[in-house]
């Protein structure tokens, strides 16, 4: 087929702390609006060749003109993607990314060469920090949850924010806070705290306060996770509606029926499996107990009541 060049360069990121629905986010807006969905291309390991680190701060860690170039490319069908080999790939997986590809290289390719739909819908957690420069231009959706279940699924994942020290490092010049809390934090951890938890009480530290700086931002949607498992249909059309997508009744159910695995009888996913599709969502925020010990679960605590409420840790 034919490639269409007269596509419209309108986008539509959706982004969040990682483990906060952006993957669901995304499934949603592209079942009802006509967007070419990109997967996480600014995702070192396996996005964009010209992508050098994770989170990128404009005018902190790329200057605004080199950002504006991989982006604009990116929305121009120009670029090219890494294979993305994990350590931990079976051999199968291995010769698929090397032939075929990656989750991101494969959605850019089909958005390049097989689709007429126009504008994009970037899909990617590493834009986090963009948001407030991409905004001006774009809307942008970010994707929220409580600590207890973020903490939780970082440990089920076995995930740890490696990027925390260089993060710190490039938004301090926003606001010096950002080191100041990560110290406090330090000291109220002891041996029977993950680093998978303390990995996700800093990017939820750092995520807060970095928040402030968006409310202002009138492109900037706030998703809430909590709520989408709660009251799945109040919160899909709630952001539809925001994005000016028209909907039916009929639309949501089959949108919630469709994300929200209701059928099956499993309340906790799989160890390590990223997007478990077999466990039903509306225990989403539940699965933690069976991941945080009770050091984890007072420390975790302490720290969402003091970043939530405002203050500092």
Known sequence: MAKNNNF????????????TA?????????????????????????????????????????????????????????????????????????????IIGNESSISFKKAKYFSRKNGFLIKDPFLLFCSEYLSNKYKIIICERPLLPLAGSFKRM????????????????????????????DKMINKNISKEVIGAVKFFSIYHLYKKRLTVKNNIYFFNQNELSINPHKSISSLLNWLKI?????????????????????????????????????????????????????????CEEIICSGGEI
Do not use: C, M
């Not at 419209?8 to 483990?19: D, E, L, M, N, Q």
């Not at 050098?52 to 121009?76: A, G, Q, R």
């Open 158 to 185: 076995s995930w740890i924010f490696n990027e925390n020290d260089r993060l710190l490092s490039d938004l301090n010049h926003l606001d010096s806070k950002f080191v100041e809390n990560d110290l406090k934090i």
């Open 246 to 302: 028209d909907t039916s009744n009929q639309d949501i159910n089959f949108l919630v029926k469709k994300i929200s695995s209701s059928s099956s009888k499993n309340v906790n996913p799989k160890k390590g499996i990223q997007h478990d599709k077999f466990y039903n969502k509306k225990f989403a925020n539940k699965y933690y107990e069976t991941f945080i010990n009770e050091d984890e679960f007072e420390f975790i605590n302490t």
């Open 22 to 98: 952006t993957t669901i986010v995304g499934k949603v807006i592209s079942e009802k609006a006509s967007l070419n969905t990109i997967y996480e291309p600014f995702n070192y390991g396996q996005g964009l060749i010209s992508v050098d680190i994770n989170y990128y701060v404009p005018e902190s860690n790329i200057s605004l003109k080199d950002f504006d170039l991989i982006f604009n490319n990116l929305l121009e069908f120009k670029g090219q993607f890494k294979v993305g080999l994990k350590k931990n790939d079976l051999f199968y997986k291995r010769v698929i990314k090397k």
């Open 8 to 19: 419209s360069k309108k986008a539509i990121i959706v982004s969040g702390i990682p483990r």
